[in-house]
Nanobody
Framework: QVQLVESGGGLVRAGGSLTLSCAASASFLRFGTMGWFRQAPGKQRELVATITRGGSTVYADSVQGRFTISRDNAQNTVYLQLNVLKPEDTAVYYC????????????WGQGTQVTVSS
């Protein structure tokens, strides 16, 4: 079974930056569109960014202009650059492959915690 392992989270002050990574245990050729999700305490998991195999990206309004998703198919890794972080970005961040409706298609990894202090 293919596993996705997220890393790179941490504690950062508002306005700071982080880079998250998601490594797959199998070739990215198996994956089409990849997405980053996040889940804040007491809230539902939400999709924040997607990237197609060819590199086309879509972002949630809440992160547009601040977050950048990218992928390295040779390294089987997808990244999420988080800039100008806000306290409301505090959440556990997860990656997954997604279908055409933005629904996750695989099991979840352990996620990586991002905490933004004010």
């Amino acid at each position: 079974q293919v596993q996705l392992v997220e890393s790179g989270g941490g504690l950062v002050r508002a306005g700071g930056s982080l880079t998250l990574s998601c490594a797959a245990s199998a070739s990215f050729l198996r994956f089409g569109t990849m997405g980053w999700f996040r889940q804040a305490p007491g809230k539902q998991r939400e999709l924040v960014a997607t990237i197609t195999r060819g590199g086309s990206t879509v972002y949630a309004d809440s992160v547009q202009g601040r977050f950048t998703i990218s992928r390295d198919n040779a390294q089987n890794t997808v990244y999420l650059q988080l800039n100008v972080l806000k306290p409301e970005d505090t959440a556990v961040y997860y990656c997954n492959s997604v279908d055409g409706s933005g629904n996750p298609t695989r099991g979840w990894g352990q996620g990586t915690q991002v905490t933004v202090s004010s």
